[in-house]
């Protein structure tokens, strides 16, 4: 239907050199790949978003199909773990207050759970390499 041969484009490059001079050429060139450069990245946003949505509507759609309490009951049972271990340590604080009250020492009410120790990161310099070594 409408296809350019290699003397069709000779004449059409032969033609903008006439038009527009060899100074302007370069910079309309710069300028048409700057134009398409920032097509392709728009055209990639937009691809992507359109697959993020479909993507979306599919995951939304399995969701629909997986049981609904699976996960109110892991809440729960995690909220329920969680009562356990406060429960536990308030006893083990009023047994600790109670036999302090027996020994005549003033006890704090609750106590609180200590931090783990972080983790430094260690840095090793070059004198102590060569002290190991």
Not at 50 to 78: F, G, H, M, S
Not at 104 to 117: F, K, M, N, R, S
Request: glycine content about 4%; charged content about 30%; cysteine-free.
């Amino acid at each position: 239907m409408f296809s350019l041969g290699g003397s069709e484009l000779l004449l059409i490059a032969i033609f903008a050199l006439v038009l527009f001079g060899p100074d302007k050429i370069p910079q309309m060139a710069r300028t048409v790949g700057k134009f398409m450069r920032e097509f392709n990245k728009y055209r990639d946003i937009m691809e992507s978003t359109v697959r993020a949505e479909i993507y979306k509507d599919e995951w939304n759609k399995d969701a629909e199909k997986k049981d609904p309490d699976a996960d109110l009951n892991k809440i729960t049972q995690a909220a329920d773990a969680v009562k356990d271990l406060v429960a536990e340590q308030q006893a083990k604080d009023a047994a600790a207050a109670a036999a302090a009250a027996a020994d005549g020492l003033h006890v704090p009410e609750a106590t609180a759970v200590p931090e783990p120790p972080r983790p430094t990161p260690s840095r090793a310099t070059d004198e102590d390499e060569e002290d190991e070594v």
